[in-house]
């Protein structure tokens, strides 16, 4: 079956550091892969996708590219901030399925201090 | 306008109890999900609506968990006979069509003691 596996955390870094968090995933074919973010006492949020291979999703400075070959889609960003702070989720939706039927990371909680 | 709503935040109950949580997608949204986040696991897909479709109901984890959708809106999920592993945040989405994001609530924390 489909399955992501994401850095486990927690994830401490210092603002302005350089940021990976890893997401590999197993699935047949070419999954949607996604990117979702909690910030504390919110709801879920989409941060970024990418549904075909070698796309780059990007967004509030944040990167991922869809790598077929390695099966990874790592979350990049270069120079994190405190309101970074939040809890990221790794995801793929099976293809021809579209959005539904997500399979999730477990998350990694990220920190940054000041 | 407003987001996804779920309520109860947070439910407590006793082993062997029923619990109801309730869901309110964004209007207007035709297709709505359930999720669910257990200590240490990642989120797992539970049950799915589009419109008037018959739900997707392969994740659901044991027939004492049940939904349904009422008039193609807001969304309750059972859960008859509660046991503590089903202590866990339970989460809805809703989007606008299949292929659409998918837009989270806040989700309820459910506690079975």
């Known amino acids: 079956g489909n399955s992501v596996t994401q850095m486990e955390g927690p994830v401490t870094l210092s603002e302005e550091a350089f940021l990976t968090i890893n997401c590999t995933y197993t699935?047949?074919?070419?999954?949607?892969l996604f990117w979702y973010v909690q910030y504390p006492g919110e709801g879920l949020q989409l941060l970024l996708k990418?549904?075909?291979?070698?796309d780059k999703g990007s967004n509030k400075g944040f990167e991922a590219t869809y790598r077929k070959e390695t099966t990874s889609f790592h979350l990049e960003k270069g120079s994190v901030q405190v309101s970074d702070s939040a809890v990221y989720f790794c995801?793929?939706?099976?293809?021809?399925?579209?959005?539904?039927?997500?399979?999730f990371g477990t998350g990694t909680r990220l920190t940054i201090i000041p | 306008g407003a987001g996804v709503s779920q309520s109860p935040s947070n439910k407590v109950t006793e082993k062997g109890k029923d619990v109801e949580l309730r869901c309110d997608p964004i209007?207007?949204?035709?297709?709505l999900y359930w999720y669910r986040q257990s200590l240490g696991q990642g989120l797992e897909f539970l049950i799915y609506?589009?419109?008037?479709?018959?739900?997707?109901k392969s994740g659901l984890p044991s027939d004492r968990f049940s939904a349904e959708r009422t008039g193609g809106s807001v969304s309750t999920l059972t859960i008859q006979r509660t046991q503590q592993e089903d202590s866990a945040v339970y989460l809805c989405?809703?989007?606008?069509?299949?292929?659409?994001?998918?837009?989270f609530g806040p989700g309820t924390r459910l506690l079975v003691l």
């Open positions: 989405a809703s989007s606008f069509l299949r292929e659409e994001t998918q837009y």
């Open positions: 699935a047949t074919g070419y999954p949607s």
């Open positions: 990418a549904t075909k291979a070698d």
């Open positions: 995801a793929l939706s099976p293809p021809n399925f579209g959005n539904e039927k997500l399979t």
């Open positions: 209007s207007g949204h035709t297709a």
């Open positions: 609506f589009q419109g008037n479709s018959a739900p997707d």
